[in-house]
């Protein structure tokens, strides 16, 4: 064997350090709700021509979206449901999920537990109960069922070394429920996101990317408008948590902002800049 042939095969058995780029990337609808039932076709175009290939739907509008959805090149790869389908209007799940699917959507969503209807450990687990329910009548119509975190989830279980995240996590079927994680609600509640990918790998197929200034912790959703930043901006570092999110298993990344100082396609247009330009 030449010394040639040495160094090629030592090259060849050393990881890639070419830095990777973010080719494949979405848009949360709930993003665009101020405009986009006004004047669907012309904001899903807009969307488009900024360079999101995916979208991420609410079933609230879907109806008032979908026709101008299917005239773009974007992909409705995840639905968010209502809160009530879960546990009080259960009769309008089966219905939804079927037509998600004939929709060619992959993913159903539980996007968010009201402050009214939160709790300790044992609401959680009856949530938990709830979604693995729901995961298997997801799995039967061919979806993968999610939920969506805030950050009332990551508070601390008292004497535990838990948080309320945990309980979730423990009492749901990986087979069945998986996570939605959105990043810059762990970080509101002082949880590092590389972290929850690191622990949570295989486990989190969906994230939602978004960013927010500096501010203390809490674990609830009262956060000033002017908190929420353009995913290039604020106090997460998005580069490692790409590569947490890549290393963990994530598959869809939906860019949202809860609020916006303006129209919010020209925050979703700071947003897609950065992630055209971002090596991670």
């Not at 300790?120 to 329910?133: P, R, S, W, Y």
């Not at 999610?146 to 950050?151: D, G, I, S, V």
């Not at 989190?204 to 908190?227: C, D, F, G, S, W």
């Amino acid at each position: 064997m030449t010394r040639r042939s040495l160094v090629a095969g030592a090259a060849l058995a050393l990881p890639s350090l070419e830095a990777k780029t973010l080719k494949t990337f979405g848009a949360q609808l709930y993003t665009l709700r101020s405009i986009i039932n006004e004047k669907p076709l012309e904001t899903l175009k807009s969307l488009e021509e900024l360079g999101y290939k995916e979208a991420e739907v609410i079933r609230g509008n879907m109806d008032k979206v979908w026709s101008s959805l299917k005239q773009t090149k974007l992909k409705p790869v995840s639905l968010h449901i209502d809160t009530s389908y879960f546990f009080k209007d259960i009769d309008k799940l089966n219905p939804t999920l079927d037509d998600a699917k004939a929709k060619g959507i992959s993913y159903v969503v539980c996007p968010y537990i009201a402050p009214a209807d939160r709790g300790g450990v044992e609401v959680i687990k009856t949530l938990a109960d709830v979604l693995n329910k729901t995961g298997e009548r997801a799995k039967a119509a061919g979806l993968k069922l999610c939920y969506h975190n805030h950050a009332f989830e990551f508070e601390p279980v008292a004497g535990t070394g838990d948080r309320l995240i945990d309980v979730l996590m423990k009492n749901t079927d990986a087979k069945l429920v998986g996570l939605e994680f959105d990043i810059m609600w762990s970080q509101v509640a002082g949880v590092p996101p590389v972290e929850v990918f690191q622990k949570y790998t295989g486990r989190i197929p969906l994230v939602h990317l978004k960013n927010v200034t500096k501010m203390p912790t809490q674990y609830n959703e009262r956060v000033p408008k002017e908190a929420f930043q353009s995913v290039g901006t604020g106090v997460i570092e998005i580069a490692p948590v790409m590569r947490a999110a890549v290393a963990a298993g994530a598959k869809h990344f939906f860019v949202e902002q809860d609020q916006t100082p303006g129209n919010p396609l020209d925050s979703l247009k700071l947003s897609a800049e950065y992630l055209k330009t971002l090596n991670y």
